[in-house]
């Protein structure tokens, strides 16, 4: 009997992410501001890689499939890209995303303590308030553990012939639904937090 499970778990990344952190928050402001240009450079190189399969049934790419809800949907997706031959890009996409995903969360979790540090500069963010900034940056460092999940859940269901069960597209969805709310709140700390700093300078 065959299991359709997903082996990999976000736990263990977490748990490096929160170390990551820890050692992104002992740098000073102009180690995390070149930090940032260059993982906002990496971010933007390594997702012009990225192939794009955008079809009619796919107007969103691999985000549709991560995003299908069930298993019949899933399996349309995954034969319309074997149609028209797009199905190679497909797995190339995913797995192009690896070093996305490192160069994405990196840059949330280093813009939002480099925002945390402007904004107890400006009377924001009250000194003896630690580890704001740092909170926002596990977030966004949990959202490429996530992410990181998702894609390994998602690469079985581009096999050619896969049997792709409801379990797997519903972890697949959890998995993305928990990436995107992750970098949701990291981006506004870092969008949010300078506005903010600027209101109050007034």
């Known amino acids: 009997m065959r299991h359709d499970r997903t082996r990999s778990s976000p736990s263990a990344s977490f748990h490096r992410s929160e170390a990551v952190d820890a050692v992104l928050s002992g740098m000073s402001a102009w180690e995390l501001a070149l930090l940032f240009a260059l993982g906002v450079a990496l971010t933007v190189l390594t997702g012009s890689l990225l192939p794009r399969v955008e079809m009619p049934e796919a107007r969103r790419g691999i985000v549709s499939l991560q995003l299908a809800r069930t298993a019949p949907r899933a399996r349309a997706l995954v034969e319309a890209w074997q149609c028209r031959g797009m199905l190679d890009a497909v797995r190339w996409n995913v797995r192009l995303d690896f ?5 994405y969360s990196l840059t949330l979790a280093v813009g939002c303590l480099l925002v945390e540090q402007a904004a107890t500069r400006s009377g924001l963010v009250a000194d003896g308030v630690d580890g704001v900034g740092a909170v926002f940056a596990a977030a966004g460092l949990a959202a490429g553990a996530f992410d990181f999940a998702e894609n390994v859940a998602t690469l079985p269901m581009l096999r050619e012939g896969a049997v792709i069960s409801p379990a797997r597209a519903r972890t697949v969805i959890s998995l993305a639904a928990l990436k995107f ?18 209101v109050a300078a007034r």
């Open 99 to 103: 070093p996305f995903l490192v160069a």
């Open 181 to 198: 709310a992750l970098v949701v709140i990291a981006a506004s700390w870092i969008v949010a937090a300078p506005v903010a700093s600027l």
